[in-house]
Nanobody
Framework: EVQLVESGGGLVQAGGSLRLSCAVS????????VGWFRQAPGKEREGVSY????????YYADSVKGRFTISSDNAKNMAYLQLNSLKPEDTANYYC????????????????????WGQGTQVTVSS
């Protein structure tokens, strides 16, 4: 059974940083991809970033490019999202998601591309 557990959210002032973690279990081999999404109240779930555990390819939404960094530690089955220069508009519940096999980059930030989801971790950025 595939499970994803996020951690690392919290309250931070604008300009601050947080590091989100996603513990992934249940995949037999390193042939999966991980995406980070966020959802603010009253808004649709938004794709933030993507990493392929298969080949290390990464991809970012324009809204976070240059501020957020996705990474993984394959030996620990962990994925991370470093959030820097946070803005109040980054406030949302952040989810990690995973799917088996490769995803074309053009679909990498679409929620429908992923079968497995964590429960989310709240990030609140105060102004």
């Amino acid at each position: 059974e595939v499970q994803l557990v996020e951690s690392g959210g919290g309250l931070v002032q604008a300009g601050g940083s947080l590091r989100l973690s996603c513990a992934v279990s249940g995949f037999t081999f390193d042939d999966y991809v991980v995406g980070w999404f966020r959802q603010a109240p009253g808004k649709e779930r938004e794709g933030v970033s993507y990493i392929s555990i298969i080949d290390g390819t990464t991809y970012y939404a324009d809204s976070v490019k240059g501020r957020f960094t996705i990474s993984s530690d394959n030996a620990k089955n962990m994925a991370y999202l470093q959030l820097n220069s946070l803005k109040p508009e980054d406030t949302a519940n952040y989810y990690c998601a995973a799917d088996l096999g490769a995803i074309r980059v053009r679909y990498a930030l679409m929620p429908a591309s992923y079968d497995y989801w964590g429960q989310g971790t709240q990030v609140t950025v105060s102004s």
